[in-house]
Structures are given as structure tokens and as C-alpha cells.
């Protein structure tokens, strides 16, 4: 993998997985403790990423994968099936993104 995160490849790999429109925001405004957020409805999703935590491309692919787990779930409890879709999309993504290098 390389140090360059392509920003724009994992918004169409988002944007495949969920089937909704999704943008991804950036972030230093966020609560420490959060690493990442989502706000979905209709069609769309909004990622937010906190800068201060997710650094590199493995933690924004883990972030990105964590929060469309809810979308795809349409649920944003921590459940075990939660656990285990985070987890299937974690690879999902990273193959996907590797993919098109
Ligand atoms: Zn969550």
C-alpha cells in the first residue's frame, strides 16, 4: 500500500458497497475519543473522519469499513453483527482498493 490515501477511489468503493451517495469528511473538530462518525438517510451517507486519530490509509479503510457496516445494517448499535459485517467489508474495501492500484 502506499503512504498516499486515493480519497476519491474509496468514495466510489463506498458509494458500491452501500448504494448510496456517499461524501467523506474530514475532521479536527471531532471529540478525541471518536475516531470516525456516520449520518445516513434516503440515499445518502456522510462519513466523518478525525484527523487526529485515522492517519493512514489502513485506519482510514478501517474507519470507512466501520461506518458503512451501519449504513449497510441500517443500525448504528454495537452488536455482534455489527462486529462481523465491520470486519467482511475491512477486507472487502482493502481488495477493492488494491485492486485498482
Ligand atoms: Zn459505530
Known sequence: ??????WGRLKRIAQKI???NVDIYGSTRMSPEIRSAVEFNGGRADIGINLKQVK???EVIEALAHE?????LGDSAHTEEHKKKWRELTDK???KYEEEE
Open 1 to 6: 500500500m502506499q503512504n498516499k490515501i486515493k
Open 18 to 20: 452501500s448504494g448510496k
Open 56 to 58: 493512514n490509509v489502513q
Open 68 to 72: 458503512l457496516a451501519h449504513v449497510v
Open 93 to 95: 474495501i482493502k481488495v
